[in-house]
């Protein structure tokens, strides 16, 4: 199924969950990632079970340290 990450196209695999898109299909590390998905944050504990649907608009934010 195709999927925006960050306003980029992405295929990513039938029946990926959140979790699974972060970490198997991405492989970025999950620590201090915030995620949206069609302009709702989605709390890190439900990325295992939330599962991702054809034109999903994801958005990840990274926390990055500065002042």
């Known amino acids: 199924m195709n999927i ?4 980029q196209s992405r295929d990513i ?3 990926c969950s959140l979790e699974q898109l972060l970490t198997q ?3 970025i590390p999950v ?9 709702t944050v989605i709390p890190s504990t439900e ?3 939330y599962m991702l649907c ?3 608009n994801v958005m990840l934010i990274r926390a ?3 002042g």
């Open 54 to 56: 054809e034109a999903d």
């Open 25 to 27: 299909v991405l492989g």
């Open 64 to 66: 990055t340290q500065g």
């Open 47 to 49: 990325w295992p079970a």
């Open 13 to 15: 695999p039938d029946s």
């Open 31 to 39: 620590a201090g990632l915030a995620v949206a998905v069609d302009q």
């Open 4 to 7: 925006l990450i960050n306003q």
